[in-house]
Each structure stands twice: as C-alpha cells, then as structure tokens.
C-alpha cells in the first residue's frame, strides 16, 4: 500500500524537465511513482489547479538557536519554512557562540532531528569564530554534516584566507557561501545614494559588493573550487556574474525577495524594516535582478530569514540590526516579482528553488525523480491572499510584507512522504 | 494631518494682507524642513517675528504654554540649542525638565523609546530631542503621543537651526527668494546644510553647497542644490555665506589631509571677505572653530550675523514651541502675545 497519492496536479520537475497533469505516488517517504496510474495509498490529496513540484528549498536562512533562541529556534524556523513550502533550509553560522565546529554541526542536526518537520541543513564557519582569521575546521564539519560553509553577515576579508578556504573546499567538495562585502566600505545603515545622503546616514555603496565579487571569482579561476554568491544586490554584481559565466567561470548566485521587490527609497520612513545587509538599492539593480534571476545568471532564490526581537524593532534605524524575516511569505514575493511581472513563468521559477539550490549544497534532494527522498510541495498559483505576520511560526515579527496581498502559495508541504503543514 | 480649524481665525500677517484664506498650523511635530511648505516655513517666521518683541519687554514673559511641560531630552550634546530651548519655553511659561544622557540611565543601557517613554509617563506635552543617530526623532513620534521638535539628528536634519538662519537672511536682505546662498564646510556629516538647503528652496532661494568631494556627496544635487570644490570660485556671487564648522569629533579619517590646508582652502579670511559683495552676510552655526573654517576678523566683523542668529534662535524656537502646542486650534493666532 502506497502512503500518498497527489492526484490531478500540475506536476512540474524542473530536473527531468517534466511540466504535465498527473499523480505523484509516495511509498516508504520516496517518490515510488510519477504518471497518469492511480493506484490505490493511504492518503490521497486532489491537486487539482495546483501545481505539484519538489519540495522547496532555502540555502540562507538565519535559525537563531543557539544563542537568540527569544527571536527564532531550530524548530520554529522549520515550522516557518514548512508553512511557506519549504522542505529543506540552511541554518547560517552566525549563531552565539558560532557554528565553527562539529559539535555546533552535531547541535544542529539534532535540534532538527527533534523538531521533525523542514530539513535543516548545517552551514559551518569559513573561519573561527567568523574572524576570518584562521580556518574552521572544515573536514571534521563536513564529516559532521555540514553542508556548506559561510561566515554570512561579513564577507572574508582576508584574499589569504579565502584562498585557503577555497583549496580546503575543492578537496572536500563543499561550496563555499561568500556574503561579498569588502569590510572597509561597510561601515554604513543603508544604500549609499540620494536617499542617503537626504536621511543623513552612511552609505554601502555597491562598490563594495562588487570589489569582492571580483576578487573572489579571480581565486575561483585558480582554486576551482565551488563557490556561492550569497543575495546579490546590485546591478553591478550581476553584470560580473553574467560576464564571468560568458567566460566560462559559472558560478552560483543566489536573490533575496526584498533586493527584488524593494528600492532604499523605502527607508524614507526610517523603518528598521527596510534596514538590510546588503541594503535595498536603487530601481536600475531590482530591474537587472530581475533580469539576472530570469536568464539564469542568477540561479537561485533565498530569503535571508533573519529574525530580530521586537526590541530590536524599537531601535533607531542607525541603531538596528540588519535584516527581515520572509520565510513564511517568500513563495508569494518571488511570483510577484518574476511571475506577475512577466519575467518567467512556474516552471523557471520552481528550478531556482528546488534543483538549482539542491545542486549548489551537493544534496540529492530538489527532483521528483522516483527513488529520491519525498520532498514535495504543493502550489495552489492563484490563491489570493494576505500576509499576516501575527499569525506566523517564527518567533520573530520584523517583516516590511504586513498586510500585503500576495498571489500563490504553499498548500501542502511533505517531507519524507509526511505531510507537515497543510492550509 | 491635523484636523481643520475653523475658518474665523484672523491671520495678522502683514504680507498676507488678509486677503489670503487664514493659514492653520496643523502640525503637532516639527520633525524636519522636509515637511515642511514654504507656507508653513513663513507662518513660523511671522510668528517668530511676534515673539521677538516680547523679549524686548521689562517682563520677558508670555503665558502661552502656562501648565505645559517641556522636556528638553539631550541625547547629544549641546549649548547653544539647549538653553535656546530652555529661555524659549520659559519665557512661554512652561515647566521644563532637562535630559541629557551623560550620567543617565541611557549610560545604563536605556534605549532612548523606553527613556522618553519613562519621562512621558511624568507627563510632558512637547518633547525637544537632540540625537545623536538620525531619524531617532521620528521613531519617537510615532510610538510616543507628544509633540515632538527635533533639535538635531545625526546628520539628518536640524529645522529650527535653518528656520533662525533664514529668519536672520530676511531680516538683513528683506527676503531670500532669488538669493543666493553659499553652504561651506562638511556638507556631508552637516544636520544644518541640509536643513537649510530644503528650507532655502522651498522659499525659492538658490544654494550652492562647497567643499571637497570628501565632504560634499554628489547625490546632495538631489535636494536642489549646486556644488563647487572651489570657494574663491563662489565668493563674489552669494548673497550669504554659511561657514559650517569643522566636526572633529563626529567622523575621523582623511576627510582632509590637514587643518592647515582645509582653512587655507576653505576657510573665510579677510582677503576672501573682501572679494565678495560687500553687504555679504556671513553666518556659522557655531561652536565656531577660530582660525579653521573662520577667523576672528570675520567672524567679529560687520559683515557677521553669528550672534544676531542666537538671538533670532530664541524667538524662533518660542514659536516652534507654541506653534506644535495649538496645533490646529482656531484661537491660534489670538492667544499668544496676550
């Protein structure tokens, strides 16, 4: 007896490149079966109308725990990852104390294993302590299970030890995640530009960005290594991407919802909402996000969940830290901004948030083929509705999206064959 | 915005002849110039105007905020904006509490919300807030029902220092629009050139802001004015020139290779002086840096309005002062010499 049948759906597996109406059948939490044949499960969903594709996944997100468990746990990160589709995240390192070495790998993947709902995959620390001074350990993290390695929330700043870490990443086949952010330009709240200067704080110019961008792909040529760039922000960073690909020197990139929906204009209301690292840009960088996300420059998409307190909140925005939280909403945010706005349509969207990211982390995870592990999502497209941040599963509530009206989202979300969140 | 008063109110204004309809202020915040329309940056200077004759008076009171309380919350320092302040709202007759956050709970680690919420909870009706980050300002106004003036924030915006100062161009040059005024100094780190840059537009005046690209980011062209790198290159031109200090303690590093060649550069001397028009007004916001962006000879010469501004900042600020505390009350314009 089958566990799961998912029937009458649009089944869309950007990794076979398979788009067409049919039954997902799920036996023993693996895909057993993917076609018109109805055989009889335990369970069966209708799918009709909906689209029925891989389970989604989130290379960047910030889970809080250890160390700020007030304002996100393991467990209630996964619970927001299931409720917006997502089958697998990617905790961040920059937890306290960091997560740089096995045991903070091992804490995280039983915090998980407790949990039982999204997968969470460990990312480790490039460096100790996120210093960037001396390597972390990475063969016994990735013995440990850590699937990727970043010292997000700062870029390493040392071309030294980044070329270390890139010999250390190609022996042992894990990519590295750059946050690219040359630290002597960092020193600023929001976008450097008009809107800067007339609130009267410092700025981040995308220069920054860019100077490591292009000091990093200069080490990828020579180290080839696998390399991630973590939510490209401006028009710029694109460019170089596009270029570098041109060039033979693909490298993986990832776009966060609000660089692709939201300009600094926004921190006009001094709003710690808008306050994000890498900050919101100008209008010209979400035009040629969008573009770069639609011709597969950029090839995945990643939320950056980063939840603060609501005391955090309350700061002055020189004073708050970086960063919102969008798990929850995510889904809706990338179809308005690439689907609605005509960039590409489900099926281009679906591969930037199954294959492609599963392909960057190195996990056999993002495809429906039978066999595989039964990470499936279920998308009702047309679904109206409104975000209501009161009612979410993360513990934190710093999020610009309250009250907006979003199109699409997640209605089932299976992980192992079980389903763990259904609206 | 604030509700509508009714339309019986008399305007006083001389130049509005009472043929215009009678202007309400119907702001209980004075958040920035931003805000601000050129109707409303007048009605405050007229009503400074009406306010600096009370301070020429044997008694140098006015009941107007009688049963107020204003707090003036100083999370960075100040002299002159503070006891400005302080004069302002007692010479209105208010109480008054002074913060600053030198050996107080803020050193503890207060933040400044919970700080000004414990000294709402005292019961205040206007706060005054000089702060060090900005927007802080504006953050408070939307989560603390009061009125609030900001008197400085970070490098965003400092409205009653631009009201004073184009309060002191009209009274000396009979009006600003069609002037035209030269902002010298660290455009970038500067509450006051922005302040006055939007204020100066709005009221139709030209502004042209100079300094080293250091100092001078171009996206400032935003907010209507020009640029140069060169003050010789402006001195004969200006009607008015804003000698912004020099803010050591603000930002380090390498805005300028040296004092030396900054004041020689851009510092207002004798020679310069006498190459501009000769009824220049020259103004600094103060604390003055002697011998760096100014110097003495020009600062104490016939052509400085330096103290004249602190004079005209106390009128100003007993308007702002009464202006947020009626706030869209129709007995506005009667009640407030009596």
Same mark, same amino acid.
């Given at each position: 007896?089958?566990?799961?049948?998912?029937?009458?759906?649009?089944?869309?597996?950007?990794?076979?490149?398979?788009?067409?109406?049919?039954?997902?059948?799920?036996?023993?939490?693996?895909?057993?079966?993917?076609?018109?044949?109805?055989?009889?499960?335990?369970?069966?969903?209708?799918?009709?109308?909906?689209?029925?594709?891989?389970?989604?996944?989130?290379?960047?997100?910030?889970?809080?725990?250890?160390?700020?468990?007030?304002?996100?746990?393991?467990?209630?990160?996964?619970?927001?990852?299931?409720?917006?589709?997502?089958?697998?995240?990617?905790?961040?390192?920059?937890?306290?104390?960091?997560?740089?070495?096995?045991?903070?790998?091992?804490?995280?993947?039983?915090?998980?294993?407790?949990?039982?709902?999204?997968?969470?995959?460990?990312?480790?620390?490039?460096?100790?302590?996120?210093?960037?001074?001396?390597?972390?350990?990475?063969?016994?993290?990735?013995?440990?299970?850590?699937?990727?390695?970043?010292?997000?929330?700062?870029?390493?700043?040392?071309?030294?030890?980044?070329?270390?870490?890139?010999?250390?990443?190609?022996?042992?086949?894990?990519?590295?995640?750059?946050?690219?952010?040359?630290?002597?330009?960092?020193?600023?709240?929001?976008?450097?530009?008009?809107?800067?200067?007339?609130?009267?704080?410092?700025?981040?110019?995308?220069?920054?960005?860019?100077?490591?961008?292009?000091?990093?792909?200069?080490?990828?040529?020579?180290?080839?290594?696998?390399?991630?760039?973590?939510?490209?922000?401006?028009?710029?960073?694109?460019?170089?991407?596009?270029?570098?690909?041109?060039?033979?020197?693909?490298?993986?990139?990832?776009?966060?919802?609000?660089?692709?929906?939201?300009?600094?204009?926004?921190?006009?209301?001094?709003?710690?909402?808008?306050?994000?690292?890498?900050?919101?840009?100008?209008?010209?960088?979400?035009?040629?996000?969008?573009?770069?996300?639609?011709?597969?420059?950029?090839?995945?998409?990643?939320?950056?969940?980063?939840?603060?307190?609501?005391?955090?909140?309350?700061?002055?925005?020189?004073?708050?830290?970086?960063?919102?939280?969008?798990?929850?909403?995510?889904?809706?945010?990338?179809?308005?901004?690439?689907?609605?706005?005509?960039?590409?349509?489900?099926?281009?969207?679906?591969?930037?948030?199954?294959?492609?990211?599963?392909?960057?982390?190195?996990?056999?995870?993002?495809?429906?083929?039978?066999?595989?592990?039964?990470?499936?999502?279920?998308?009702?497209?047309?679904?109206?509705?409104?975000?209501?941040?009161?009612?979410?599963?993360?513990?934190?509530?710093?999020?610009?999206?309250?009250?907006?009206?979003?199109?699409?989202?997640?209605?089932?979300?299976?992980?192992?064959?079980?389903?763990?969140?259904?609206? | 915005?604030?509700?509508?008063?009714?339309?019986?109110?008399?305007?006083?204004?001389?130049?509005?002849?009472?043929?215009?309809?009678?202007?309400?202020?119907?702001?209980?915040?004075?958040?920035?110039?931003?805000?601000?329309?050129?109707?409303?940056?007048?009605?405050?200077?007229?009503?400074?105007?009406?306010?600096?004759?009370?301070?020429?008076?044997?008694?140098?009171?006015?009941?107007?905020?009688?049963?107020? #309380? *204003?707090?003036?919350?100083?999370?960075?320092? =100040?002299?002159? @904006?503070? +006891?400005?302040?302080?004069?302002?709202? %007692?010479?209105?007759?208010?109480?008054?509490?002074?913060?600053?956050?030198?050996?107080?709970?803020?050193?503890?680690?207060?933040?400044?919300?919970?700080?000004?919420?414990?000294?709402?909870?005292?019961?205040?009706?206007?706060?005054?807030?000089?702060?060090?980050?900005?927007?802080?300002?504006?953050?408070?106004?939307?989560?603390?029902?009061?009125?609030?003036?900001?008197?400085?924030?970070?490098?965003?915006?400092?409205?009653?220092?631009?009201?004073?100062?184009?309060?002191?161009?009209?009274?000396?040059?009979?009006?600003?629009?069609?002037?035209?005024?030269?902002?010298?100094?660290?455009?970038?780190?500067?509450?006051?050139?922005?302040?006055?840059?939007?204020?100066?537009?709005?009221?139709?005046?030209?502004?042209? #802001? *100079?300094?080293?690209?250091?100092?001078?980011? =171009?996206?400032? @062209?935003? +907010?209507?004015?020009?640029?140069?790198? %060169?003050?010789?290159?402006?001195?004969?031109?200006?009607?008015?020139?804003?000698?912004?200090?020099?803010?050591?303690?603000?930002?380090?590093?390498?805005?300028?290779?040296?004092?030396?060649?900054?004041?020689?550069?851009?510092?207002?001397?004798?020679?310069?002086?006498?190459?501009?028009?000769?009824?220049?007004?020259?103004?600094?916001?103060?604390?003055?840096?002697?011998?760096?962006?100014?110097?003495?000879?020009?600062?104490?010469?016939?052509?400085?309005?330096?103290?004249?501004?602190?004079?005209?900042?106390?009128?100003?600020?007993?308007?702002?002062?009464?202006?947020?505390?009626?706030?869209?009350?129709?007995?506005?314009?009667?009640?407030?010499?009596?």
């Amino acid at each position: 007896m089958n566990d799961l049948i998912i029937t009458n759906g649009r089944v869309i597996d950007p990794a076979s490149g398979l788009d067409e109406i049919g039954d997902v059948v799920i036996a023993g939490g693996k895909i057993a079966r993917v076609g018109k044949a109805r055989p009889k499960a335990r369970r069966t969903i209708d799918a009709g109308g909906m689209i029925v594709c891989p389970g989604l996944i989130d290379v960047h997100v910030h889970c809080r725990e250890p160390g700020h468990e007030e304002e996100e746990t393991i467990e209630t990160a996964a619970a927001a990852a299931v409720a917006g589709g997502f089958t697998t995240i990617c905790a961040m390192p920059n937890t306290h104390p960091p997560q740089d070495d096995e045991t903070a790998v091992n804490y995280v993947i039983q915090r998980a294993r407790q949990a039982n709902l999204a997968r969470v995959m460990p990312v480790g620390c490039i460096t100790k302590g996120r210093e960037g001074k001396e390597l972390a350990e990475m063969s016994l993290m990735t013995e440990a299970g850590a699937v990727a390695f970043s010292d997000d929330g700062e870029g390493v700043a040392s071309s030294w030890i980044m070329q270390r870490a890139m010999q250390y990443a190609r022996m042992l086949d894990v990519v590295l995640m750059q946050h690219c952010q040359d630290p002597e330009l960092a020193g600023g709240h929001m976008n450097s530009g008009a809107v800067a200067v007339r609130l009267g704080l410092a700025g981040i110019a995308a220069a920054g960005e860019e100077i490591m961008l292009r000091r990093d792909l200069a080490l990828v040529e020579r180290v080839r290594c696998r390399y991630h760039v973590q939510h490209v922000s401006s028009a710029g960073s694109v460019a170089l991407l596009r270029q570098a690909k041109a060039e033979g020197l693909p490298v993986p990139a990832e776009a966060a919802p609000h660089h692709l929906l939201l300009t600094d204009a926004a921190c006009m209301s001094y709003d710690p909402n808008y306050k994000m690292n890498p900050p919101l840009r100008g209008a010209r960088d979400v035009e040629a996000l969008r573009e770069g996300v639609a011709d597969g420059t950029i090839n995945c998409l990643a939320t950056d969940h980063a939840p603060h307190s609501a005391e955090e909140s309350e700061l002055e925005f020189s004073l708050a830290p970086f960063g919102i939280i969008s798990l929850e909403c995510a889904l809706g945010l990338y179809a308005k901004a690439l689907i609605a706005s005509g960039a590409m349509g489900w099926p281009a969207l679906i591969a930037r948030m199954t294959v492609n990211p599963a392909r960057i982390i190195g996990q056999p995870l993002g495809t429906l083929a039978v066999g595989c592990e039964a990470d499936v999502t279920v998308i009702d497209p047309k679904r109206r509705w409104k975000v209501k941040v009161a009612n979410w599963q993360s513990r934190s509530r710093n999020c610009p999206y309250d009250g907006w009206r979003l199109t699409g989202r997640a209605i089932a979300t299976i992980v192992s064959g079980q389903i763990k969140y259904e609206a | 915005m604030a509700k509508k008063a009714s339309s019986s109110s008399e305007s006083t204004k001389g130049e509005s002849g009472g043929q215009k309809r009678p202007f309400v202020w119907a702001r209980k915040d004075l958040l920035g110039m931003d805000e601000l329309s050129a109707e409303e940056i007048v009605h405050v200077l007229d009503t400074a105007e009406s306010f600096r004759e009370v301070s020429t008076r044997s008694i140098k009171k006015v009941p107007a905020l009688r049963g107020k #309380v *204003v707090a003036l919350m100083f999370f960075e320092d =100040s002299t002159r @904006t503070r +006891m400005s302040f302080e004069l302002a709202a %007692s010479r209105l007759s208010a109480d008054t509490m002074i913060f600053t956050s030198k050996g107080s709970s803020v050193a503890k680690g207060e933040t400044t919300l919970d700080t000004v919420r414990n000294v709402k909870a005292m019961g205040v009706d206007v706060f005054v807030i000089r702060h060090s980050q900005p927007g802080a300002p504006h953050m408070v106004s939307r989560k603390v029902d009061a009125s609030i003036i900001n008197a400085g924030d970070g490098a965003h915006e400092h409205p009653t220092q631009a009201l004073l100062d184009i309060f002191t161009l009209r009274q000396r040059l009979g009006g600003v629009a069609g002037r035209r005024v030269a902002i010298v100094g660290d455009i970038a780190h500067s509450r006051v050139a922005r302040s006055n840059i939007l204020g100066l537009r709005k009221l139709g005046a030209e502004v042209v #802001v *100079v300094g080293p690209p250091t100092m001078v980011p =171009s996206a400032i @062209t935003a +907010m209507g004015c020009q640029i140069s790198h %060169s003050l010789d290159d402006v001195l004969g031109e200006v009607d008015a020139i804003n000698m912004l200090r020099i803010q050591f303690e603000r930002f380090g590093g390498n805005l300028f290779p040296s004092l030396r060649e900054y004041s020689k550069v851009y510092g207002l001397n004798s020679q310069r002086l006498a190459r501009c028009r000769k009824d220049v007004l020259v103004m600094h916001p103060g604390p003055i840096n002697r011998g760096v962006e100014i110097t003495s000879h020009v600062a104490d010469g016939p052509n400085s309005c330096i103290l004249q501004q602190v004079t005209n900042g106390l009128a100003i600020r007993m308007a702002v002062l009464y202006l947020v505390t009626q706030a869209g009350e129709p007995e506005i314009r009667n009640s407030k010499t009596k």
